[in-house]
């Protein structure tokens, strides 16, 4: 089995990082993570780069730059001062926390007012040079970039790297204590939701060996209806996405991704994702958790292309596509995803049942609803929580138009294609 | 009487939710990882005509969510290629949703908690369907 490098800090703190090492010391950083074994803040530092620095990575020579950085930071044998591949200087700093390297920074490019240092890097930049195949205006280039670099003293670096080595510690151990947390609850929740599905699962089946004319048998029903609820409740307090980390979130990216996500399922069933916005190119940006709303979109999106009927089931008056639909109106922004299958029971709507977590429902057709039992529920969560109301419906498309109704029941709608659309209204408050 | 292969990791889980599937004649055999099925020969699986594996298998790695149950999947559908139905629980829709995306052919994904009932129902409808 596959295991992956997992991070320690959240990319986002990583790039904050970056950018308060910057503005706190003005040298760029970049941040080892040493169990990622790679840059925790992605290309985010470059932005920080000097002059030269990002010149060099302009004209495609940035990979050699990404592997001598990170040779740097994991050789075990090279401390404090480094020197890059063309002779610029870096200081590399060890981050401990509880004993242990957890990263490793290196910040600098600049040249130390120091006269043996200063000759040894314009020796090493000009063997660099002279190996590199460059075109003569970039050679010029950079030799009046390097010739720009900023000369500091060993002294003012190093005083800065103590600073930073505090104020990375004291996040480390944060965000540690957060993961450990987060690990005691995610435990907690595993076993209590063991635990109370074994108990629902005795519960139901001693209900079913008590006689149905027994008095008892109502309240075995009963208690098996209150270990349910409690289910519901534990789920609820699992918090499987974690907490609300609003920002500035594009939902054109999630749209887009969540499309992504489900386009090979589409184009087997031939099915068309149609996207479509009336006012302009993108959907609008919200403030809002990107976790969270990628989870409900996807959510939505699959649901949708999961109960599109086949393409070539179709009538060829029956649209065979899944429409993703926005327009601004006077109060906000509507968002409709719409699909043509297998509908949803008016009951189950009008009830609200089909939004109840762990609820998997009765399809129009006639099927249990399988998967995603906990999706809409969850989903319907995420968006009352951006303030986003989330309205569903479900239309038979039939010439009788016999009314997907409470009135009838799954049998006899069953195989009667509907135009079912999750309606989303996303309040002006929201929208950047 | 066809025969189920029931992983779980949780034995008070596995004891409760597979008592009515005993009850209505289905024989189970019941492991309680992956290990243990792991090594099986494609001929060993292939005696089995349907496989219900819980996604919160004990895992090797650090995290309590790494979805190994996919690994078994996807081994008995690629390495072994058996069509058998598979149903996947999980408490946790994350793994839920790692399954979906991969779109597996024959494969339930249902999120707990589920009643016995609800589960048996699933299991007999297959049955007929795979008759």
């Given at each position: 089995l596959k295991?992956?490098?997992?991070?320690?800090?959240?990319?986002?703190?990583?790039?904050?990082?970056?950018?308060?090492?910057?503005?706190?010391?003005?040298?760029?950083?970049?941040?080892?993570?040493?169990?990622?074994?790679?840059?925790?803040?992605?290309?985010?530092?470059?932005?920080?780069?000097?002059?030269?620095?990002?010149?060099?990575?302009?004209?495609?020579?940035?990979?050699?730059?990404?592997?001598?950085?990170?040779?740097?930071?994991?050789?075990?044998?090279?401390?404090?001062?480094?020197?890059?591949?063309?002779?610029?200087?870096?200081?590399?700093?060890?981050?401990?926390?509880?004993?242990?390297?957890?990263?490793?920074?290196?910040?600098?490019?600049?040249?130390?007012?120091?006269?043996?240092?200063?000759?040894?890097?314009?020796?090493?930049?000009?063997?660099?040079?002279?190996?590199?195949?460059?075109?003569?205006?970039?050679?010029?280039?950079?030799?009046?970039?390097?010739?720009?670099?900023?000369?500091?003293?060993?002294?003012?670096?190093?005083?800065?790297?103590?600073?930073?080595?505090?104020?990375?510690?004291?996040?480390?151990?944060?965000?540690?204590?957060?993961?450990?947390?987060?690990?005691?609850?995610?435990?907690?929740?595993?076993?209590?939701?063991?635990?109370?599905?074994?108990?629902?699962?005795?519960?139901?089946?001693?209900?079913?060996?008590?006689?149905?004319?027994?008095?008892?048998?109502?309240?075995?029903?009963?208690?098996?209806?209150?270990?349910?609820?409690?289910?519901?409740?534990?789920?609820?307090?699992?918090?499987?996405?974690?907490?609300?980390?609003?920002?500035?979130?594009?939902?054109?990216?999630?749209?887009?991704?969540?499309?992504?996500?489900?386009?090979?399922?589409?184009?087997?069933?031939?099915?068309?994702?149609?996207?479509?916005?009336?006012?302009?190119?993108?959907?609008?940006?919200?403030?809002?958790?990107?976790?969270?709303?990628?989870?409900?979109?996807?959510?939505?999106?699959?649901?949708?292309?999961?109960?599109?009927?086949?393409?070539?089931?179709?009538?060829?008056?029956?649209?065979?596509?899944?429409?993703?639909?926005?327009?601004?109106?006077?109060?906000?922004?509507?968002?409709?995803?719409?699909?043509?299958?297998?509908?949803?029971?008016?009951?189950?709507?009008?009830?609200?049942?089909?939004?109840?977590?762990?609820?998997?429902?009765?399809?129009?057709?006639?099927?249990?609803?399988t998967g995603?039992?906990?999706?809409?529920?969850?989903?319907?969560?995420?968006?009352?929580?951006?303030?986003?109301?989330?309205?569903?419906?479900?239309?038979?498309?039939?010439?009788?138009?016999?009314?997907?109704?409470?009135?009838?029941?799954?049998?006899?709608?069953?195989?009667?294609?509907?135009?079912?659309?999750?309606?989303?209204?996303?309040?002006?408050?929201?929208?950047? | 009487?066809?025969?189920i292969l029931w992983i779980d990791?949780?034995?008070?889980?596995?004891?409760?939710?597979?008592?009515?599937?005993?009850?209505?004649?289905?024989?189970?055999?019941?492991f309680?990882s992956l290990?243990?099925v792991g090594?099986f020969?494609t001929?060993?699986l292939?005696?089995y005509?349907l496989a219900i594996i819980d996604l919160s298998l004990?895992?090797?790695?650090?995290?309590?969510?790494d979805n190994e149950g996919l690994e078994l999947i996807n081994s008995i559908r690629n390495v072994h290629r058996i069509s058998m139905p598979i149903i996947v629980l999980s408490?946790y829709?994350e793994l839920i949703m790692d399954i979906e995306k991969e779109d597996f052919y024959n494969v339930i994904t249902i999120?707990?908690?589920?009643?016995?009932?609800?589960?048996?129902?699933?299991?007999?409808?297959i049955?007929?369907?795979?008759?």
């Amino acid at each position: 089995l596959k295991r992956k490098h997992t991070r320690l800090i959240p990319y986002e703190i990583a790039s904050l990082l970056v950018d308060i090492f910057y503005a706190k010391t003005n040298f760029p950083t970049i941040i080892f993570e040493t169990r990622l074994r790679e840059n925790a803040s992605k290309d985010h530092c470059l932005i920080h780069f000097s002059p030269f620095c990002k010149y060099i990575f302009e004209i495609g020579l940035g990979e050699k730059c990404r592997t001598c950085h990170k040779d740097r930071a994991f050789d075990l044998g090279c401390n404090g001062i480094t020197t890059c591949w063309l002779g610029l200087h870096n200081i590399k700093s060890q981050i401990k926390f509880e004993g242990e390297v957890v990263a490793v920074l290196l910040f600098g490019q600049r040249l130390i007012n120091d006269e043996n240092r200063l000759k040894n890097s314009k020796e090493v930049f000009q063997k660099a040079l002279n190996k590199l195949d460059i075109p003569y205006e970039d050679e010029v280039k950079i030799k009046q970039l390097y010739n720009q670099i900023e000369h500091v003293d060993y002294d003012s670096m190093t005083n800065q790297a103590e600073s930073i080595e505090h104020i990375s510690s004291w996040i480390y151990e944060m965000v540690n204590q957060k993961i450990q947390f987060e690990k005691k609850t995610q435990y907690a929740y595993h076993e209590l939701a063991a635990y109370l599905q074994a108990t629902l699962a005795d519960a139901e089946n001693f209900m079913m060996q008590i006689d149905n004319f027994s008095p008892y048998k109502e309240q075995a029903k009963q208690v098996v209806f209150s270990i349910e609820r409690m289910n519901v409740v534990v789920q609820n307090f699992g918090g499987f996405l974690g907490d609300y980390y609003l920002k500035e979130t594009s939902l054109t990216d999630i749209i887009k991704r969540s499309v992504e996500m489900y386009m090979v399922l589409a184009k087997r069933k031939g099915i068309d994702i149609i996207i479509y916005n009336k006012d302009s190119r993108d959907f609008p940006t919200i403030l809002g958790s990107e976790r969270h709303l990628e989870f409900a979109f996807s959510n939505i999106i699959h649901n949708a292309v999961k109960y599109s009927f086949k393409g070539w089931h179709r009538r060829i008056s029956d649209p065979i596509e899944v429409e993703i639909f926005g327009q601004y109106t006077q109060n906000g922004y509507e968002l409709s995803i719409r699909n043509f299958g297998v509908g949803i029971l008016a009951n189950e709507i009008d009830t609200g049942k089909i939004f109840e977590h762990g609820y998997r429902g009765i399809l129009a057709r006639g099927e249990y609803r399988t998967g995603g039992g906990a999706g809409l529920g969850a989903t319907r969560e995420v968006m009352i929580a951006h303030d986003i109301k989330i309205v569903l419906d479900s239309v038979c498309t039939q010439k009788d138009q016999r009314q997907a109704s409470s009135k009838f029941s799954y049998k006899e709608l069953e195989g009667v294609p509907h135009i079912t659309t999750v309606h989303l209204s996303i309040p002006m408050g929201i929208i950047k | 009487m066809k025969k189920i292969l029931w992983i779980d990791d949780d034995y008070i889980i596995l004891e409760s939710l597979l008592d009515p599937a005993k009850r209505a004649g289905f024989t189970v055999d019941t492991f309680q990882s992956l290990d243990e099925v792991g090594n099986f020969t494609t001929e060993q699986l292939s005696q089995y005509s349907l496989a219900i594996i819980d996604l919160s298998l004990p895992s090797k790695s650090e995290s309590i969510l790494d979805n190994e149950g996919l690994e078994l999947i996807n081994s008995i559908r690629n390495v072994h290629r058996i069509s058998m139905p598979i149903i996947v629980l999980s408490g946790y829709v994350e793994l839920i949703m790692d399954i979906e995306k991969e779109d597996f052919y024959n494969v339930i994904t249902i999120v707990k908690p589920i009643r016995p009932s609800a589960l048996l129902n699933e299991i007999l409808k297959i049955e007929a369907e795979n008759v």
